[in-house]
């Protein structure tokens, strides 16, 4: 399958791209990434925001990978954040046999307008080239407010107090016999910018009061 833009253009330095290239970049541009790769500084860093154990940070937002976030956020088509996710999952472990990745969600109006979920889009890459199953199902939004970019932790946690609930219990066919509830599942949260770690961590609590077990997170980028 072709991961890359094929004809396209690199976003960094405007080269023609070759089929297969990582989300629209091009090898040279894409070495100098502040990259965070699978070692265990970069799980330090990220578990101090966090929280929590810490399966995957594909990049620092630094002078050119700014473009990259913005494209894969805003660019309407969901094939990259794909690709940097099956991009992610050949550089980190994957997380425990049987764990699901549940990718956080937008509000219904605000994926309306991008047509597609970021963080989801990562996901659905991760869980190719992990072999793990998707569960978007798990969480839901419900409620929709202004950015938090800018924002404090203190100011974060507030704002998205009752902002998702968890999703309905669901039933799954198996092989050896009727349907059965699919419910308390170990829990890795996939979004697509770790700032202060508030959005996981109201996640993290909406999915355990509902009876999952919450294992980890996956990031595309740490600010």
Not at 77 to 89: I, N, S, T, V
Request: one cysteine or more; aromatic letters at 8%; proline letters at 8%.
């Amino acid at each position: 399958m072709n991961w890359g833009w094929g004809l396209g253009r690199c976003w960094g330095c405007g080269d023609a791209l070759v089929p297969n290239e990582v989300a629209g970049i091009c090898p040279p541009c894409r070495w100098v990434w502040p990259t965070l790769p699978d070692h265990e500084a970069s799980r330090i860093l990220a578990r101090e925001r966090a929280g929590c154990e810490v399966f995957g940070v594909g990049f620092r937002l630094r002078n050119g990978t700014h473009d990259v976030l913005h494209r894969v956020k805003y660019g309407g088509f969901p094939r990259e954040g794909r690709a940097l996710g099956q991009w992610m999952a050949q550089g980190w472990r994957a997380p425990p046999p049987g764990s699901v990745l549940v990718p956080v969600p937008l509000h219904w109006r605000r994926r309306w307008r991008r047509g597609f979920n970021p963080p989801e889009a990562v996901a659905e890459g991760l869980a190719t080239g992990w072999g793990r199953e998707l569960r978007p199902d798990l969480l839901r939004r419900v409620r929709h407010r202004a950015s938090l970019t800018a924002s404090t932790r203190a100011a974060r946690l507030d704002a998205l107090t009752d902002m998702y609930v968890a999703g309905p219990k669901n039933r799954r066919n198996v092989a050896s016999g009727p349907p059965r509830d699919v419910w308390g599942c170990e829990v890795v949260l996939v979004d697509d910018v770790l700032t202060t770690g508030a959005t996981f961590r109201v996640c993290q609590s909406v999915l355990e009061a509902a009876g999952h077990r919450v294992v980890g997170g996956v990031w595309l980028a740490m600010a």
